[in-house]
């Protein structure tokens, strides 16, 4: 859940983690008022806070640049299960794709990803996979299945 709020979400992760830290901050300031610690002493906490909020928004900023990649595939997988005429044909329009966590394989040119997917209809649901693979910077839909009421579809990428 949190990585995944990080990689999809960066900014609502930034400003999550700066409330944290935030709150943290001013309990351990309300601390120390009570035991009388001197303000040198909370600055250098104030201090630990700031650095360790930099460190976060670094972290954020790493693996939302990192997700990107994973996030590219699915978009295309998305367009890919929605767009075609058999899931179109076989579920209904318009087609609802809830996408899942994908399955990583290493093909001969790269990365190779398969999508699993939740779609539904007017007309029927089904589970549904697509498989993409990098080429260059680009995904691109390599096949993909699709299964509705034990009936197995094959889908082929144009």
Do not use: C
Request: net charge neutral; aromatic share 8%; charged share 25%.
């Amino acid at each position: 859940m949190g990585r995944r709020l990080i990689e999809v979400y960066p900014a609502r992760a930034l400003v999550l983690g700066g409330a944290t830290m935030l709150a943290l901050f001013g309990v351990v300031a309300f601390i120390f008022r009570r035991v009388d610690v001197a303000n040198d002493q909370l600055s250098v906490v104030g201090g630990f806070f700031a650095y360790g909020f930099i460190a976060f928004a670094a972290l954020v900023g790493l693996l939302a640049w990192r997700g990107k990649d994973v996030r590219d595939a699915h978009t295309v997988a998305d367009r890919f299960l929605a767009d075609h005429a058999t899931v179109g044909r076989t579920i209904g329009k318009p087609v609802d794709v809830r996408l899942r966590p994908a399955r990583t394989a290493r093909s001969a040119n790269g990365a190779r990803l398969t999508i699993p997917a939740e779609v539904g209809g007017p007309l029927a649901e089904g589970t549904a996979e697509a498989i993409v693979e990098r080429e260059g910077e680009q995904w691109r839909v390599v096949g993909g299945d699709l299964e509705v009421d034990d009936h197995h579809f094959a889908l082929v990428a144009d």
